[in-house]
């Protein structure tokens, strides 16, 4: 449902960014969505849609990338992929590890004219 | 032309949620995002908590809802300060509505501000706001298979209070099950199992919380 403030946040860092470029259309954008971010691709593709024709940028296409939730134990200085969202280490089963990927809402790269 | 940019979609939330948190550790309040689904018992948590804690700690109260002023004046009668916030739809608060309500409180006379989010287990806990920690409810009445639904929730949040206990024996709700996946998402996640109807388990809370706000305290 929050989908809408995602992209409006989006909209707002694409408008400046095409300021800085002096670039007048945008043709396509590329976001990193973690796995666990709380956030439905198609929620964000239908958002994208909606708030891109609002802003005289219509036709732009949405791409999500998803990144997989991944971990680092910091005892045994190793990195694993979280697995059914349990968060120890699957070697030694301690919890003081941290996320490395998974829970990014951040844009990529942009095509524009 | 491609242009390549690396920017956290939510920096301008963040931003502000950072210069909120910066204005409540220099006044030292202690400040709670309280997330749960609706009806899962987050104003009576609040009333429950006011009324036994209030001669000890200055509370505040900011409600979040998508429309009605029932939340705050349910809190305002016990006495403390609580300010309405009215989302007219959206479905979590943010930085912004939150830095909104500062003219109506003065943190200088507050220990704990707690912010009653929207009733939502799932987009609050994507939005910062400048707390120290984000605290949730679930009822056992929604039942235990919701934290490997909405892990994040689990996993964002410090606290856990599984409330309406007093139903358990009607109801196919596991407490076993509900700490096992908790502190499989989230092994830190504190667990207080309350009924705000019996109040069974609240003393637990008040102390822990009372310890938090003294922590706050000394921290700074």
Redesign the interface.
């Known amino acids: 449902?929050?989908e809408m403030?995602?992209v409006q946040?989006?909209i707002?860092?694409i408008k400046e960014?095409m300021d800085k470029?002096k670039?007048t259309r945008l043709i396509s954008v590329r976001?990193k969505i973690g796995e666990?971010?709380?956030i439905l691709p198609d929620a964000l593709n239908t958002a994208f849609e909606i708030i891109t024709t609002q802003n005289g940028m219509d036709g732009a296409v949405l791409n999500i990338d998803i990144s997989p939730l991944t971990g680092f134990c910091r005892k045994c200085k190793k990195g694993f992929k979280v697995i059914?969202?349990?968060?120890?280490c699957p070697d030694c089963g301690v919890?003081d590890i941290e996320i490395v990927s998974g829970r990014?809402?951040?844009?990529?790269?942009?095509?524009?004219? | 032309?491609?242009?390549?940019?690396?920017?956290?979609?939510?920096?301008?939330?963040d931003r502000i949620a950072e210069q909120n948190r910066e204005i409540f550790n220099e006044n030292s309040v202690l400040v709670i995002n309280l997330m749960s689904s609706p009806g899962a018992g987050k104003t009576t948590l609040l009333e429950k908590t006011i009324d036994s804690l209030k001669d000890d700690i200055r509370i505040g109260v900011i409600e979040g809802d998508i429309e009605t002023t029932r939340d705050a004046e349910r809190i305002s009668a016990k006495g403390v300060p609580a300010v309405q916030i009215n989302t007219k739809g959206?479905?979590?608060l943010?930085g912004n509505m939150i830095r909104d309500t500062f003219n109506e409180f003065n943190f200088t006379e507050l220990d704990l501000l707690v912010v009653e989010n929207v009733g939502?287990l799932?987009?609050p806990?994507?939005?910062k706001i400048g707390e120290d920690f984000k605290a949730m409810i679930l009822s056992v009445t929604e039942g235990d298979d919701k934290p490997?639904k909405y892990?994040?929730m689990f996993?964002e949040s410090k606290v856990l209070l599984v409330n309406k206990i007093d139903l358990l024996p009607y109801v196919d709700c596991s407490m076993e099950k509900i700490r096992e996946d908790a502190l499989?998402?989230?092994?830190?996640i504190v667990i207080f199992p309350v009924s705000c109807k019996t109040g069974e388990g609240l003393d637990a809370w008040f102390t822990w919380l009372k310890e938090r706000v003294k922590g706050k305290k000394v921290a700074l």
């Not at chain 2, 032309?1 to 939330?13: D, F």
């Open positions: 449902m929050h403030s995602i946040g989006l707002a860092i960014e470029a670039a976001v666990m971010a709380g059914d969202y349990r968060f120890s919890s990014e809402m951040s844009i990529v790269e942009l095509e524009v004219e | 032309m491609k242009i390549s940019v690396v920017r956290n979609i939510l920096e301008a939330n959206a479905c979590h943010d939502n799932v987009c806990a994507e939005f490997g892990p994040l996993h499989k998402i989230n092994p830190d």
